[in-house]
């Protein structure tokens, strides 16, 4: 039966009926009529309902009084709404009702909720904010930080992805995960089981790790049962969701989990319960609907590789649904606390932040009370923006809200230590050389301890308005972007301390950044990076970035790890990383082909399986490269490729196809076609692209043929620092990598089966071994 109220809104000239309606849909009939009166004055009836499963698909129908259909809500999925405001609306008793959508309806329960208004203002109401107390700005100690950063891993060495984010799972391995594009089709995963140290894609043909579409934004978790989850954005229409029980080998799919209008920009948050039990986990699912608002849905947790239900239907979490829970906005990454047991969602809301909060009892998962507040005025003379906010909560229950002003293009952050009721008024988190600002991300360590980290630069003005590369590369090099990480320690108190310090030993972008999202496709702006990157901590504190540098000669979205190795965790211990440093080892065993496939991991291939990599130079003018493998007894190239690679990749300061600064992409190789004795070459990467400056999969071509030879298992090559074909004007190279595996042709993605752990060289600091 349908609820019935008549409400005064303060202000109104006349009064607003609205009521709520629930029922039960089958997979071939409807639920019943719910009655909609209208009287005279009325001019405008809205209605919204939703499934209790938002994968099953309806369709909400308005009839009039006469019984003629007037309006057909049907975008796809639930919920569904109609809206309907003609010149004149005669009275008499409306009715709304829901259907299923012939083959939509899924899975039970075929429950729904409802609620319309008839009234001449807005249609049913969306929760505002609260203005949450503010107390006085801590006291700021400056520093330098004193963290010890490792050189960058690279994660891949062919895909460009923007958006890079990681997680850990209960075991310690490393997930990353970002899109490749809408173009593309595709989104990645890379998963690391040795610590950051060296990643594989997690696909058996070096494509998406599930089905397509997709290749917009993504999120990865994983749960403690060490379930899965992976979802995509595909083309703003569908969200993707996708569980894998078996470590990425299989994933299951559901490509349209929510309602299918405009959604954009999901996140996950992972409730592992109180219990080690999958039965109490759950997985939160937030995105926001553009001009419509924004939502949070959830899932059970998987209980298995049967499980048709976990991590891939869904229900709004809210016990306001289907209503919004705010209206639609930009919003940080979901997170839940497990202190507090409380979901907060923050989003930029003009001037300030807007933190959506829900408490969460143990194993609940829909019926959460939701409300908003309001962090203080950003104090930049903007909002918060350049994009996303950012939202972390500490050990001890404490919640973090830090954001980019827009007009200052500053980091602030403010605390709560009551569960978001009362926030401090912001303060400065930046200070020189990083003057402007751009993407903005938090994590929480023990109790009054944060770690923020943001690109930054040295430059004055708007990210927007420095030279883009793809027009004006010299004048975009005239722009250097940095990583910094800034740790807050007594973050809650009245005398905090702020760390600031870069986590990149180099440039990582060159000039504009543009901040208008896919809107970036129409102006031409650099968004390369998409949007943002994310950073998480380990099981001791240690802080772990993934990050694109795109200094490259192609402006490409190079996909890149940094551990942090030494200085104080931000749970308070000892960071204890080892510095990878030439000559480098690598262990045995790790060789697989392919490494994630339906049917498991393939076999060990020892012709590809490094030993170690070794870089120096026997006289100053040469540069001498030993690959080491398990076994070159065989040269065969793996299952799908015709030719074997083995290539030794760096980075050093050269020039750009035009003239401008660029850290140029090198490499030294051997190539075996069908088991023959190995070519060498020596050269620097080309790029596909899908359009113009638009830099997709690195290609690593035979460009300039060089000396070398097979040593018992060893490849050594030599070449002359002349000869790469443009010049290696740095003293450092940076971040060399060995990587095999095989290929059909240059232009080709290949086959990905080792890679060496990544170190900086000094030229002149190693003779390089012997040349046998």
Known sequence: MAGFMITMFAGSASAVASGTFSGTISPTSCGPMQDVPVVQGDTTIDGVAAEYVSANDIKLELYSPTGRLLVDGDTLTSPESVHYAPESLPTGTYHLQVCPFPGGVVTTPYDYTGAYSVTNGPPVDIPGSDLGSEVGPPTIT?????????????????????????????????????????????????????????????????????????????????????????????????LGTSVSNDNGNNWRKNPAAVENTAVDRQWYAIDNGTTTSAADNTVFLAYHATQVGTYIYSSPGSTGPTDPVGGLVWQNASANAPLPLAHDATCAQLRFDPVKRNLYYACNEGNHVRVTIGHVAPGQRTGIKFHNVTVPVSPGGGGPGHLFPALAVDKGGNVYAAWIDTNDNNVYYSSSTDQGATWTSPVQVNSSPSVTNEFIWAQGGAAGTVALSWYGTDAAGQPDGFPNWADDPVGATAVKWWGYVGVISKATTAYATIAQQRFTEKPMHYGQICNQGIGCTVSGGDRQMADYFGFNIDKTGSIRLVYNDTTNQHDGAGLFEVRQEGGKTILGGDAKGLTVKDPATDPTGDAQWPHYSPTGAGANQPQFDFTGLQVGQPNAGTLRVRMSLASLTSLQPPAGKTSSLWLTRFQALSVGDSGEEAYRVFYVGAESTGGLTPSFFAGTTTCTNTTPKNCKVLNYPAQQQITGHVCGNTLVADVPLSGFGNPVNGALLYNVTAVSGGRNAAEDLYADVDATRSFDYVLGSNRGGSSC
């Open 142 to 238: 400056r520093t330098t930080g004193k963290l010890r950063f490792s050189p960058a891993t690279v994660v891949d060495a062919q895909r460009t992805e923007g958006e890079p984010l990681d997680f850990f799972d209960k075991s310690g391995n490393l997930w990353e995960s970002g899109p490749w594009g809408t173009t593309t089709q595709n989104s990645f995963i890379h998963r690391s089981t040795d610590g950051g140290l060296e990643f594989h894609v997690d696909s058996p043909n070096g494509l998406r790790p599930d089905p397509g579409p997709g290749g917009g934004d993504t999120d990865v978790v994983t749960d403690d049962q060490g379930n899965v989850y992976f979802v995509d954005l595909e083309a703003l229409v569908n």
